[in-house]
């Protein structure tokens, strides 16, 4: 019996989601507060990822086990897609960044911690993205889409 990896990995794809909404969060929120100036379009790129990757991450788990007609093959690896270039997007934006700046204390801490996760989180979903390829890829010919036909029940004449 195989182990279906998909549920833990979402599962570690959704914490990390918000890890990363809550040190970003803080970040913009002190950057706003000392220099009375929008936060960095960097940071709110993370922010705006984290909040994509939750909305995301509801369709990936519910759509397949509650709703397969909505989870097509081709729509779950373009979310997954989309979700893993905004994570490698916002975490080499933010590295880049903090790198060309003077950086100390907690925020700083903070935002460097955003970013460590943030490069995870695009790894995570760099896996999934791969695991949605192979699965594209497996049934190219068969003509499946998202659940199998032979369970679809229909009235005999």
Known sequence: MAFNFTLPLRIVQGI??????????????????????LSPSEVNFLIFSSVWTLLALAYLIIAPARFPNAAHKYGILAAEAITM????????ALAVFLSDRVCFGRVCDAAKAGTAFAAFEWLF????????????YRTRNTGVTSHDPKVEMHQGV
């Not at 270039?85 to 080499?92: L, Q, V």
């Open 125 to 136: 979903f760099a896996a999934t993205t791969l695991m949605a390829v192979l699965h594209v």
């Open 85 to 92: 270039i905004f994570w490698f997007a916002g975490f080499i």
């Open 16 to 37: 990390f989601a918000i890890v990363v909404l809550g040190l970003t969060a803080y970040v913009a929120n002190w950057w706003s507060g000392h220099w009375h100036d």
